[in-house]
T-cell receptor, first 115, second 111 residues
Framework: EPEVTQTPSHQVTQMGQEVILRCVPI?????FYWYRQILGQKVEFLVS????????KSEIFDDQFSVERPDGSNFTLKIRSTKLEDSAMYFC?????????????FGDGTRLSIL | GENVEQHPSTLSVQEGDSAVIKCTYS??????FPWYKQELGKRPQLIID?????GEKKDQRIAVTLNKTAKHFSLHITETQPEDSAVYFC??????????FGPGTRLSVLP
C-alpha cells in the first residue's frame, strides 16, 4: 500500500535557526497538508496545498512558515526562525481529492526539537 | 470556525467489552467525519469515516454513527482487544476546508 514518507524522523535545531521538513506524498494524490502535534495534545492543522499554491492555512501558520513543492514529488515545510514553542511532531498528509471529501493519509511524522 | 469536542478523554475497558467514544461538532456545514487511531509515537491512521448523507457505517468490529440534527457522531468498537489500545481522534470538515480534530481519547483495553 502506498504511503506518505517524511524525512528526517527527528530534527534537533538551535532556536533561531531555519529548518526544512520534507515529505513525499502518495504519488497520485493532489492535495497536501501539514499538521502539528505538540506532545500529548491533539493534531492541529497548519496548511493545505493544491495546484502549487496554498488553499488554506490556520492562524498557527504565520510568516515564519512556508511551504513549497520544489519538484514533482517533494512537499516541504520551512520554519524560518525557530522558537522553543515550535517543538512538536509535524505530520504531512495527502489526499486524492479535496480534504473535505476524501480521507487524508498521514506520514510517520518528523519530531522537531528546538533547543 | 468549527469546534470539535470529544468524550471521554480516557477510557478503560476489559478485553471483549465494547467501547464508545463520542464527538460533537459546532458547524452544521461540516459533512465529513473521519476517525483516526494513533499508537504511541506513530502516525494517525484512518480507521473509519462517514459522510453526512449516511447515518451509520460499519467495518467489522468498528462502527460509526452520525446524528446531524444533534451534531454528534460516535465510534463504537465491539469485542475489544489489547491491540485496540491507542489514542483515538475524531475530526470534522466541510468540503474544501481543513480537518478540525477533537482532543483525543486514550483507550486502554485491559487483558
Amino acid at each position: 500500500e502506498p504511503e506518505v514518507t517524511q524525512t528526517p524522523s527527528h530534527q534537533v535545531t538551535q532556536m533561531g535557526q531555519e529548518v526544512i521538513l520534507r515529505c513525499v506524498p502518495i504519488s497520485n494524490h493532489l492535495y497536501f497538508y501539514w499538521y502539528r502535534q505538540i506532545l500529548g495534545q491533539k493534531v492541529e492543522f497548519l496548511v493545505s496545498f493544491y495546484n502549487n499554491e496554498i488553499s488554506e492555512k490556520s492562524e498557527i501558520f504565520d510568516d515564519q512558515f512556508s511551504v513549497e513543492r520544489p519538484d514533482g514529488s517533494n512537499f516541504t515545510l520551512k520554519i524560518r526562525s525557530t522558537k522553543l514553542e515550535d517543538s512538536a511532531m509535524y505530520f504531512c498528509a495527502s489526499s486524492a481529492m479535496g480534504q473535505g471529501n476524501q480521507p487524508q493519509h498521514f506520514g510517520d511524522g518528523t519530531r522537531l526539537s528546538i533547543l | 470556525g468549527e469546534n470539535v469536542e470529544q468524550h471521554p478523554s480516557t477510557l478503560s475497558v476489559q478485553e471483549g467489552d465494547s467501547a464508545v467514544i463520542k464527538c460533537t461538532y459546532s458547524d452544521s456545514a461540516s459533512n465529513y467525519f473521519p476517525w483516526y487511531k494513533q499508537e504511541l509515537g506513530k502516525r494517525p491512521q484512518l480507521i473509519i469515516d462517514i459522510r453526512s448523507n449516511v447515518g451509520e457505517k460499519k467495518d467489522q468490529r468498528i462502527a460509526v454513527t452520525l446524528n446531524k440534527t444533534a451534531k454528534h457522531f460516535s465510534l463504537h468498537i465491539t469485542e475489544t482487544q489489547p491491540e485496540d489500545s491507542a489514542v483515538y481522534f475524531c475530526a470534522a470538515s466541510m468540503s474544501g476546508q481543513n480537518f478540525v480534530f477533537g482532543p483525543g481519547t486514550r483507550l486502554s483495553v485491559l487483558p
